[in-house]
């Protein structure tokens, strides 16, 4: 458990409130990592209970994502990411105090040896932090603050409005199948295509492409592509990035709880089995098979709805988010009440 001294907080306070007017909040806030990379949010990205539910439910995708990894897929990223693979896995609850006056969001990734933004060389067991906010301003993400990241906005799916959806079938419909033909029909035609309004976004949902395989238009349509995507439609939240130039002047940590990761993903298994209306997860025998391409549908269908696997336009389902989040934060309850077992540093 960290503790801020009373001396500690005043000088936060006082930092803070220097440029007029307090703007001090407080946030609950939770990161998933390694035991071995601990517990403290320096140089880490958090997410509210939301935001990071937005991040763990991918993990039930890995034992289908992971099946066939290639340099050039989603794959290559999440099933190389200590984040998600690592043996010791913990979660840890942080209530902070941080200031509003927010910036760009960085992303802090844990090092393998290279970074998986930069590709430049990086220290093994090192959280390595890259600006993740598109902006030609070079001080869009100032270390100083707290980044803030919306990860409806961020990571959820967006549509080809119909001037740019004209215009990319008029140049590159004959290309579209191809991705190597249909990226060079883009590239031919970019500015054209420009004052037609399309964006990057734009280019990359018209080619097929590892990373996007979940466009109808682009069979086949994989399932887990579609979850992934779908997953930030549903859970919404926010992400945020504490660098450590910010630790004491526009963040600071009141207090750490840290679980087992195993644990966490028991109580969320066992409040999604519960809401399976549709007796589904029977269906996939009698012994409980979280690897198996049944129950993982079965698990998906049950928070998203059957439709999040087929397209990421079409109303979702399932369970409400406001269970979601419960199942999430029940783990972090006294374990007299049910919840998790603390584990210390």
Sequence with gaps: MAIVTAATLLLFISTVSAGGGNTLINRTVY??????????????????????LYFYLGQFLLPL???????????????????????DLVVTR??????????????????NGTDPFSRKPCEVGTY???CETRSSDPNVCNKHYVGLANVTQMFGPTSTNPTCKSALNQFCAADRHNGTDCEACLKHHALQLHNQSCGEEDFYRYCPSPWNNCNPELPPVVPWGCWASNIPRKTGGYWYSTLKEGEGRSWEV??????????????IVASVEKH????CFKGCGPQRNESSSCWIGCFFDTILG????QSTELPLGGMSVADIEKSWSKAFVPEAQGGCPEIKY
């Design 94 to 111: 942080v209530r902070m105090t941080m200031d509003s006056r927010f910036t760009g969001y960085s992303g802090c990734n844990l090092c």
């Design 306 to 309: 059957p439709t999040a696997k």
């Design 128 to 130: 390595i932090c890259d």
């Design 254 to 267: 009141q207090s750490l709880k840290t679980i087992n990761e195993t644990c966490l993903k028991k109580t």
């Design 65 to 87: 994502e992971c099946e066939n990894v290639s340099p050039e897929s989603r794959a290559h990223f999440d099933c190389d990411n200590p984040e998600r693979v690592s043996k």
């Design 31 to 52: 990161h998933l990592n390694p035991y071995s990379a601990g517990a403290y949010p320096r140089n880490m990205d958090t997410g509210d209970a939301l935001g990071d």
């Design 276 to 279: 399976d209306t549709k007796d």
